[in-house]
């Protein structure tokens, strides 16, 4: 069984899959508390799923672009999970797991929320076939008149006027990408595309 999951929007996404299809799935929109909803959600899909934490044979894990806390949350359980199993680790670019779920003919765009007035976005000219490497710009800056999935896209009706589903990423989704071999398979590390919000304060300057 696969166990994946994604933190690195502003939703909590946990899903099972016993290799034919998704056998359990929650998600939870709540961009402030992903270390606390993560792990009683993943006990949650496994039990839903009827299954047990030793049952699982993969884990698979949205590495961003995002935010550094939520980000981090999610990729450091799946690689603490992997080691302590056994098991590999799959990481998956969150605006492709976003795209595998578009349901429109010809090109899109998908745009995620980076704060600071920005969006992750990436473009694709299908579900599985992105044809740009993921970025972080101003909406006005990335203005297009192609279907755009993702919060980002949402957010911004100006410079994306024509929002599609789905606006977060399922981990339904992630889990069925890797099992049927169309993910572009990454290491499990952040994708941050800039430095985190926090930093180390400067040294206090003497006083003479």
Request: contains cysteine; charged residues 20%; negative net charge.
């Given at each position: 069984?696969?166990?994946?999951l994604d933190?690195?929007?502003?939703?909590?996404?946990?899903?099972?899959?016993?290799?034919?299809?998704?056998?359990?799935?929650?998600?939870?929109?709540?961009?402030?508390?992903?270390?606390?909803?993560?792990?009683?959600?993943?006990?949650?899909?496994?039990?839903?799923?009827?299954?047990?934490?030793?049952?699982?044979?993969?884990?698979?894990?949205?590495?961003?672009?995002?935010?550094?806390?939520?980000?981090?949350?999610?990729?450091?359980?799946?690689?603490?999970?992997?080691?302590?199993?056994?098991?590999?680790?799959?990481?998956?670019?969150?605006?492709?797991?976003?795209?595998?779920?578009?349901?429109?003919?010809?090109p899109f765009?998908?745009?995620?929320?980076?704060?600071?007035?920005?969006?992750?976005?990436?473009?694709?000219?299908?579900?599985?076939?992105?044809?740009?490497?993921?970025?972080?710009?101003?909406?006005?800056?990335?203005?297009?008149?192609?279907?755009?999935?993702?919060?980002?896209?949402?957010?911004?009706?100006?410079?994306?006027?024509?929002?599609?589903?789905?606006?977060?990423?399922?981990?339904?989704?992630?889990?069925?990408?890797?099992?049927?071999?169309?993910?572009?398979?990454?290491?499990?590390?952040?994708?941050?595309?800039?430095?985190?919000?926090?930093?180390?304060?400067?040294?206090?300057?003497?006083?003479?």
């Amino acid at each position: 069984m696969l166990l994946a999951l994604d933190t690195a929007t502003q939703s909590v996404t946990v899903a099972v899959h016993n290799g034919e299809q998704v056998v359990a799935e929650s998600s939870v929109v709540d961009p402030l508390r992903h270390g606390e909803l993560l792990a009683p959600g993943i006990e949650a899909a496994l039990r839903e799923a009827g299954a047990d934490i030793r049952d699982l044979t993969g884990i698979a894990v949205g590495v961003g672009p995002g935010p550094f806390t939520g980000l981090r949350v999610g990729i450091m359980t799946a690689r603490t999970m992997s080691l302590a199993l056994g098991v590999p680790v799959y990481g998956v670019c969150t605006l492709d797991v976003l795209a595998f779920a578009v349901q429109t003919d010809g090109p899109f765009v998908v745009a995620t929320d980076a704060r600071r007035k920005e969006v992750y976005w990436a473009r694709y000219d299908h579900p599985t076939v992105r044809v740009s490497e993921p970025a972080v710009d101003r909406p006005v800056a990335v203005a297009t008149e192609l279907p755009a999935a993702g919060r980002g896209a949402a957010m911004y009706p100006d410079s994306f006027p024509h929002p599609i589903e789905p606006e977060y990423p399922r981990a339904g989704d992630l889990a069925s990408i890797v099992v049927s071999g169309a993910a572009r398979v990454l290491a499990p590390e952040p994708l941050y595309l800039r430095r985190p919000d926090v930093a180390e304060p400067a040294p206090r300057k003497r006083v003479s």
